[in-house]
Protein backbone atom coordinates (compact mmCIF):
# COMPACT_ATOMS: atom_id res chain seq x y z
CA UNK A 1 0.00 0.00 0.00
CA UNK A 2 2.99 2.50 0.82
CA UNK A 3 4.71 1.94 -2.97
CA UNK A 4 1.42 2.36 -4.37
CA UNK A 5 0.98 5.55 -2.61
CA UNK A 6 4.23 6.82 -3.41
CA UNK A 7 3.86 6.10 -6.94
CA UNK A 8 0.47 7.87 -7.15
CA UNK A 9 2.49 10.93 -5.63
CA UNK A 10 5.12 10.59 -8.12
CA UNK A 11 7.52 9.15 -6.24
CA UNK A 12 10.19 6.86 -7.50
CA UNK A 13 11.22 3.93 -5.34
CA UNK A 14 14.25 1.92 -5.53
CA UNK A 15 15.01 -1.37 -2.73
CA UNK A 16 18.87 -1.15 -2.07
CA UNK A 17 19.58 -4.35 -0.32
CA UNK A 18 21.95 -6.68 0.86
CA UNK A 19 20.22 -9.41 0.38
CA UNK A 20 20.89 -11.87 -2.61
CA UNK A 21 19.67 -10.78 -6.04
CA UNK A 22 17.26 -13.42 -6.49
CA UNK A 23 15.20 -12.48 -3.27
CA UNK A 24 15.82 -8.71 -4.07
CA UNK A 25 14.28 -8.86 -7.48
CA UNK A 26 11.60 -10.91 -6.34
CA UNK A 27 10.38 -8.56 -3.61
CA UNK A 28 10.89 -5.59 -5.83
CA UNK A 29 8.21 -7.34 -8.31
CA UNK A 30 6.15 -8.17 -5.56
CA UNK A 31 6.01 -4.60 -4.47
CA UNK A 32 6.40 -2.89 -7.71
CA UNK A 33 9.31 -1.33 -6.96
CA UNK A 34 10.93 0.49 -10.06
CA UNK A 35 14.61 -0.21 -9.99
CA UNK A 36 16.36 -2.56 -7.23
CA UNK A 37 20.11 -3.45 -6.24
CA UNK A 38 21.01 -6.59 -4.16
CA UNK A 39 24.27 -7.58 -2.67
CA UNK A 40 24.53 -3.98 -1.91
CA UNK A 41 27.72 -3.32 0.86
CA UNK A 42 27.36 -0.03 2.54
CA UNK A 43 29.46 1.93 0.58
CA UNK A 44 27.31 0.30 -2.47
CA UNK A 45 23.80 1.95 -1.31
CA UNK A 46 25.36 4.93 -0.60
CA UNK A 47 27.43 5.66 -4.71
CA UNK A 48 23.60 4.82 -5.58
CA UNK A 49 22.32 7.57 -3.63
CA UNK A 50 25.17 9.93 -4.68
CA UNK A 51 24.37 9.09 -7.85
CA UNK A 52 20.52 9.53 -7.67
CA UNK A 53 21.36 13.32 -5.88
CA UNK A 54 23.79 14.00 -9.14
CA UNK A 55 21.08 13.71 -11.08
CA UNK A 56 19.30 16.06 -9.09
CA UNK A 57 16.77 13.48 -7.21
CA UNK A 58 15.69 14.57 -3.66
CA UNK A 59 16.52 11.40 -2.20
CA UNK A 60 14.48 10.02 0.89
CA UNK A 61 16.26 6.74 2.58
CA UNK A 62 14.46 3.85 4.60
CA UNK A 63 17.00 2.11 6.74
CA UNK A 64 16.96 -0.55 9.60
CA UNK A 65 20.62 -1.47 9.78
CA UNK A 66 23.50 -0.52 10.78
CA UNK A 67 24.30 -1.44 6.94
CA UNK A 68 22.07 1.87 6.01
CA UNK A 69 24.03 4.23 8.21
CA UNK A 70 26.48 5.87 5.15
CA UNK A 71 23.79 5.93 2.95
CA UNK A 72 21.12 7.51 5.30
CA UNK A 73 23.48 10.23 6.07
CA UNK A 74 23.56 11.46 2.87
CA UNK A 75 20.11 10.96 2.02
CA UNK A 76 17.74 14.38 1.76
CA UNK A 77 16.01 12.58 4.45
CA UNK A 78 16.41 9.90 6.19
CA UNK A 79 13.94 7.19 7.89
CA UNK A 80 15.31 4.74 10.63
CA UNK A 81 12.94 1.92 11.52
CA UNK A 82 14.41 1.48 15.08
CA UNK A 83 14.35 -2.15 16.64
CA UNK A 84 16.58 -1.20 19.12
CA UNK A 85 18.66 1.92 19.50
CA UNK A 86 21.67 1.85 16.87
CA UNK A 87 23.82 3.98 15.10
CA UNK A 88 21.04 4.08 12.32
CA UNK A 89 18.57 5.71 14.63
CA UNK A 90 21.09 8.21 15.95
CA UNK A 91 21.63 9.46 12.46
CA UNK A 92 18.90 9.75 11.04
CA UNK A 93 15.99 12.24 10.82
CA UNK A 94 13.35 10.46 11.45
CA UNK A 95 13.21 7.27 13.78
CA UNK A 96 9.92 4.93 13.16
CA UNK A 97 9.34 3.11 16.33
CA UNK A 98 7.09 1.01 14.85
CA UNK A 99 7.63 -1.85 12.10
CA UNK A 100 4.76 -0.78 10.07
CA UNK A 101 6.10 1.11 7.20
CA UNK A 102 2.50 2.77 6.56
CA UNK A 103 2.88 4.98 9.00
CA UNK A 104 5.52 6.58 6.69
CA UNK A 105 2.52 7.71 4.35
CA UNK A 106 0.72 9.64 7.55
CA UNK A 107 3.69 11.14 8.01
CA UNK A 108 3.95 12.13 4.64
CA UNK A 109 0.44 13.37 4.93
CA UNK A 110 1.19 15.41 8.13
CA UNK A 111 4.28 16.96 6.94
CA UNK A 112 1.99 18.45 3.87
CA UNK A 113 -0.56 19.48 5.97
CA UNK A 114 1.67 21.28 8.05
CA UNK A 115 3.29 23.00 5.38
CA UNK A 116 0.31 24.25 3.82
CA UNK A 117 -0.96 25.81 6.98
CA UNK A 118 2.14 27.36 8.02
CA UNK A 119 2.08 29.16 4.17
CA UNK A 120 -1.02 30.10 5.27
CA UNK A 121 0.00 31.72 8.65
CA UNK A 122 2.76 33.15 7.28
CA UNK A 123 0.13 35.17 4.17
CA UNK A 124 -1.94 35.97 7.23
CA UNK A 125 0.52 37.82 8.99
CA UNK A 126 2.45 39.37 5.63
CA UNK A 127 -1.00 40.98 4.80
CA UNK A 128 -1.92 41.86 7.91
CA UNK A 129 1.31 43.76 8.50
CA UNK A 130 1.52 44.71 5.52
CA UNK A 131 -1.65 46.37 5.99
CA UNK A 132 -2.23 47.51 9.59
CA UNK A 133 0.71 48.77 10.16
CA UNK A 134 0.89 51.39 7.41
CA UNK A 135 -2.89 52.24 8.13
CA UNK A 136 -1.60 52.68 12.07
CA UNK A 137 1.77 54.52 10.97
CA UNK A 138 -0.31 57.49 9.16
CA UNK A 139 -2.95 57.81 11.75
CA UNK A 140 -5.82 56.27 10.21
CA UNK A 141 -5.84 53.75 12.62
CA UNK A 142 -5.52 54.04 16.48
CA UNK A 143 -2.63 52.75 18.22
CA UNK A 144 -4.71 50.81 20.69
CA UNK A 145 -6.97 49.45 17.59
CA UNK A 146 -3.17 48.20 16.20
CA UNK A 147 -2.42 46.57 19.38
CA UNK A 148 -5.97 44.92 19.10
CA UNK A 149 -5.56 43.87 15.75
CA UNK A 150 -2.42 42.31 15.99
CA UNK A 151 -3.50 39.94 19.30
CA UNK A 152 -5.98 38.92 17.17
CA UNK A 153 -3.61 38.22 14.34
CA UNK A 154 -1.69 36.20 16.22
CA UNK A 155 -4.96 34.48 17.83
CA UNK A 156 -5.82 33.57 13.70
CA UNK A 157 -2.26 31.68 13.70
CA UNK A 158 -2.83 30.00 16.55
CA UNK A 159 -5.85 29.00 15.90
CA UNK A 160 -5.38 27.99 12.51
CA UNK A 161 -2.24 26.12 13.39
CA UNK A 162 -4.63 23.80 16.28
CA UNK A 163 -6.13 22.60 13.25
CA UNK A 164 -2.94 20.22 12.86
CA UNK A 165 -4.17 18.90 16.09
CA UNK A 166 -7.16 17.83 14.72
CA UNK A 167 -5.66 16.41 11.98
CA UNK A 168 -3.25 14.36 13.58
CA UNK A 169 -5.99 13.13 15.83
CA UNK A 170 -8.05 12.22 12.66
CA UNK A 171 -5.13 10.50 11.25
CA UNK A 172 -4.47 8.47 14.33
CA UNK A 173 -8.02 7.14 14.94
CA UNK A 174 -7.52 5.99 11.31
CA UNK A 175 -9.94 8.41 9.60
Known amino acids: ALIDYLHREGIRTSL???DRLQLVEHVAQQLGIETAHAECRPAQKKAVLEQLIAH??????????INDAPALNLAHLSIAIARDINITSVNA?????TRHVEAIETAIVQARRSRRISQQNV???VLYNFTAIPLALVGLVPPWLAAI??????VVVVLNSSRLLRLAETTKNGK
Do not use: C, E, F, Y
Open 93 to 97: DMVMT
Open 123 to 125: VWA
Open 16 to 18: LSG
Open 149 to 154: GMSLSS
Open 56 to 65: GDIVAMIGDG
